[in-house]
């Protein structure tokens, strides 16, 4: 047998394409080739599979060797292919049976002696394998995470020769044990936080329909205080949305614990982080920081003072809830459904509006540092509410409701919206009339506000699906002047300083 077919996986955004490796062996100068758009690291894998055959103790034929990663079209990084193209060849000289090929994939890399290495995104490999009815082959130390796509498809090896020992005696190797029960959850609880009631609220009414938010105040108040109180208001991941957030982290290097797979991520990248490290980037397309947040809270603190064009960026996704990063080589989508978060200062100094703090900002200065964020960008944010200085007296009073109360009213309010198909911030415009209907008086107010404040369409959406959850919240069929007045009362920051 001069030809060995078999399969690996590729990475592209969080998908794995199926990667079949084609490996012939013919007469001629002793050469080994690999073709079909190999970057760099994969062409350099004939070293390293040389070597890892010659140390196992197989013969590395002389002849002229020509691996093809079909399909050709499809970029290739890393050293994932490694074990696929070292077994390809000992299948082509006949050192291995290839016959059981056909049942398995193989994702890994090859040490110079032989031994198996990690690869990134071994979580969707084995979720496209799986759905294939093959067993994943890769190393021991992915196999925690392939185990979430279903422990007895896949098969795990330390070593070369182990594999071999799997094609010529089956069920050789071992499978992972199951998933280890994750970490409880050990958020910050939002009794800590003293007074704020109004703040308090747009935080409970934020986790209930999953509507962004906008917390405003002099510095010391509480706004990153309340904002790190939100993951624990939220309800558990359910297995799909904790399997789709456990993808996106299984491709970001050295960023994945399966002990917190099912932990709703909460990230809080500093305001000096570029566009790219927000979105993803790179030449082989990684994550960026609205990737990781997928189904979790992302805490933008110091939101003016982060460079306009990285908010900017931000603007496609709150809509759509995924990104797609485009490179000459081709384009990598990921899922990038997250809740925002956002604080920020009055104005420069930090003490407009504050009875305590003498503000020297004059109003061209104040202007400036608000125009920083685009009146789009500010468009798309639900709730926008002031986070005021409070009292001695409320800062030493009782404490406040703890997370596990809030969280209890928060779920009971999702529930009625998964009921009706989608969570509130949600709601295609097609269903607005149906989902949101108000009464002819409460319309007439809706528009006086709009006029008012200069709302955009967009916004009287907005302000609508923020009246829907706290009708929710309440428990109400249809939404009342109350919850209308109370969603108005959030957007009082579009009208400017």
Same mark, same amino acid.
């Given at each position: ?8 996986? +590729?990475? =592209?955004?969080?998908?794995?394409? %199926? /990667? ?5 062996? #013919?007469?001629?100068?002793? &050469?080994? $080739? ?93 979720? +496209?394998? =799986?759905?294939?009815?093959?067993? %994943? /082959? ?5 196999? #925690?995470?392939?185990?979430? &796509?279903? $422990? ?93 957030? +456990? ?251």
């Amino acid at each position: 047998m001069s030809l060995a077919v078999l399969y690996s996986r +590729a990475q =592209t955004g969080v998908q794995a394409p %199926l /990667v079949t490796v084609e490996v012939h062996l #013919a007469n001629g100068l002793p &050469a080994l $080739s690999i073709v079909g758009l190999p970057e760099t690291a994969v062409r350099e894998s004939k070293d390293r599979v040389r070597s890892a055959l010659l140390h196992s103790g197989f013969e590395f034929p002389a002849r002229r060797i020509t691996v093809n990663l079909a399909p050709a079209d499809l970029p290739k990084q890393g050293g994932r292919y490694d074990l696929a193209i070292a077994l390809g060849i000992l299948a082509a000289s006949g050192q291995v049976p290839g016959e059981a090929l056909d049942h398995y994939e193989f994702v890994a890399e090859l040490a110079l002696g032989g031994a198996l290495r990690p690869v990134c995104g071994a979580l969707p490999a084995a979720l +496209a394998t =799986t759905s294939q009815g093959r067993q %994943l /082959v890769c190393a021991r130390e992915n196999g #925690a995470e392939a185990a979430l &796509a279903g $422990s007895d498809r896949v098969r795990l090896a330390g070593h070369l020769l182990e594999v071999c020992e799997q094609l010529r005696n089956p069920d050789r190797l071992p499978c992972p044990g199951h998933p280890a029960d994750p970490q409880p959850p050990d958020h910050p609880d939002l009794s800590d936080v003293r007074g704020q009631h109004q703040a308090r609220r747009a935080l409970e009414i934020s986790a209930a329909g999953n509507h962004s938010l906008l917390l405003i105040g002099p510095p010391g108040t509480g706004k990153t205080l309340l904002a790190s109180r939100l993951p624990g208001l939220l309800p558990p991941l359910d297995e799909q949305e904790a399997l789709e957030t +456990a993808t996106v982290r299984s491709i970001s290097a050295g960023r994945f614990d399966v002990r917190h797979w099912r932990l709703r991520p909460f990230r809080t990248p500093h305001h000096t982080a570029s566009a790219a490290a927000l979105v993803g980037g790179g030449s082989n397309p990684r994550p960026g920081e609205i990737s990781l947040a997928h189904h979790g809270v992302l805490f933008l603190d110091e939101f003016p003072e982060f460079k306009r064009h990285v908010l900017e960026v931000l603007r496609e996704p709150l809509e759509t809830g995924s990104i797609i990063v485009s490179r000459a080589s081709g384009q990598a989508e990921f899922p990038a459904r997250f809740q925002l978060v956002a604080a920020m200062n009055p104005c420069p100094c930090g003490y407009q509006g504050d009875p305590d703090g003498a503000c020297r900002c004059t109003p061209e200065q104040v202007q400036r540092y608000r125009s920083r964020i685009s009146g789009p960008l500010l468009d798309r944010i639900d709730i926008q509410v002031q986070v005021p200085r409070i009292s001695w007296e409320q800062l030493n009073g009782a404490d406040g409701e703890s997370s596990a109360q809030v969280r209890t009213r928060v779920s009971s309010a999702r529930r009625c919206q998964q009921a009706r198909g989608q969570l509130n911030a949600g709601i295609p415009l097609n269903r607005m009339d149906c989902i949101c209907r108000l009464s002819t008086p409460d319309k007439a107010l809706l528009q006086k506000a709009a006029q008012r404040f200069r709302l955009s369409p967009r916004a009287v959406h907005r302000i609508l699906r923020v009246a829907r959850t706290i009708a929710d919240l309440d428990q109400k069929d249809d939404i009342q002047a109350p919850h209308l007045q109370e969603a108005i009362s959030y957007r009082g920051f579009d009208s400017g300083p």
